[in-house]
């Protein structure tokens, strides 16, 4: 009766050894996903960046190639009545 006792300690103390072993394994791998999603949600925070840059910057030049066109057109519309008052 004592050695199966002994057998039966010996096992859960085993198996009690393996489960510490892969809590400790997880615990490892749960540090990891975290540093891993904590740089996935730095990269996409710093490409979002990037992107709002860019588009200001693409934003800008539209607005003004749009002031010059619009003084394009100014010049030209008041150069053709200077000449139309040339002919009166």
Known sequence: MIA???AAIGTATNKLAALGTSS???????????????SLDAGV???VDADLAKESAK???LQTKQQLG???LSIANSS???ILSLFR
């Open 59 to 61: 934003l800008q030049s």
């Open 4 to 6: 199966t006792l002994d």
């Open 45 to 47: 925070g710093n490409l």
């Open 70 to 72: 619009i003084q394009a």
């Open 80 to 82: 053709s009545s200077s």
């Open 24 to 38: 400790v394994g997880l615990d490892t791998h749960l540090t990891f996903i975290g540093k891993l999603q904590d």
